[in-house]
């Protein structure tokens, strides 16, 4: 048997079930590398048992909601690309025509871009000098914790590759 998730979905996932389950997630100590560590069978249904728990009582709702809300509020970053100006400059970036090309002809821009028609735009952040926090990059889900628990409770252990 075999989990999928992709970096994006892995990371959060992990974070989420330890701290659902830490007693139980100790025993396995690099959640966050692919170097085969995990969990014996028995660890893994203990797991799957606290995580069924934690959704039924919706603690695992509340720790979702929790870091959605923390992560929701991060602050965008500034684009590394253009330096927050919105104009990719770079050889790159004018090689690309970027700084000749008008925001909303060829790019992703919608009616409520603030340079709409302006001239100058950046593949890295669509012209808006700032792109959202990496960290909005990575997303869980209750239903992402009860597919984990789905996995551990028939495994029979696993490891992280």
Known sequence: AYFRRNV???H???ELVCALAPR???GCTNWHSNDADGLNGEASRKLAMALRRAIRSGRAAKLVALRDIEIAALPDQ???LCNGTGIRDDDLGRRGGQPQ???GADTC???DHPRLGQRGWCNGCDGRGAR???AKHYTCTVDDIAQFASF???CGGFEIC
């Open 8 to 10: 994006w979905g892995w």
């Open 12 to 14: 959060p996932l992990a």
């Open 24 to 26: 139980i997630t100790a």
């Open 78 to 80: 500034t684009c590394t």
């Open 101 to 103: 090309q008008v925001i």
């Open 109 to 111: 821009a919608g009616p």
């Open 132 to 134: 959202p926090a990496f």
């Open 152 to 154: 551990l409770e028939t």
